[in-house]
Nanobody, 122 residues
Framework: VQLQASGGGLVQAGGSLRLSCAAS????????IGWFRQAPGKEREFVGY????????YYADSVKDRFTMSRDNAKNTVYLQMSSLKPEDTAVYHC????????????????WGQGTLVTVSS
């Protein structure tokens, strides 16, 4: 099983980026895909998830109304559209997959991908 996060980069505050998480999961539609981030010296933080149940989404308060997730089950890919980026959004962003669970707890996810670095300059 592989999850590949991509799309990170350097952006100015107020800008936008779209991250992608491509997964080699046979039953992709049975997985909740979550995004987490970790800034240097800080703990891992939940960002949002796209649930296996109808693709419903849930976001952390810190990103609500700025970040949007979408899901393409045909492509086994979940997207994280990030807008109005702030310097405090700077972190390595990881995607993870949880089988037939809808959860925001990082330790309940079954598979993790390598992260992609997002840097927001002020």
């Amino acid at each position: 099983v592989q999850l590949q996060a991509s799309g990170g980069g350097l952006v100015q505050a107020g800008g936008s980026l779209r991250l992608s998480c491509a997964a080699s999961l046979r039953t992709f539609n049975k997985y909740t895909i979550g995004w987490f981030r970790q800034a240097p010296g800080k703990e891992r933080e939940f960002v949002g998830y796209s649930s296996w149940i109808g693709g419903s989404t849930y976001y952390a308060d810190s990103v609500k109304d700025r970040f949007t997730m979408s899901r393409d089950n045909a492509k086994n890919t979940v997207y994280l559209q990030m807008s109005s980026l702030k310097p405090e959004d700077t972190a390595v962003y990881h995607c993870a997959a949880a089988y037939v669970k809808t959860t925001y707890a990082w330790d309940t996810y079954d598979y993790w991908g390598q992260g992609t670095l997002v840097t927001v300059s002020s």
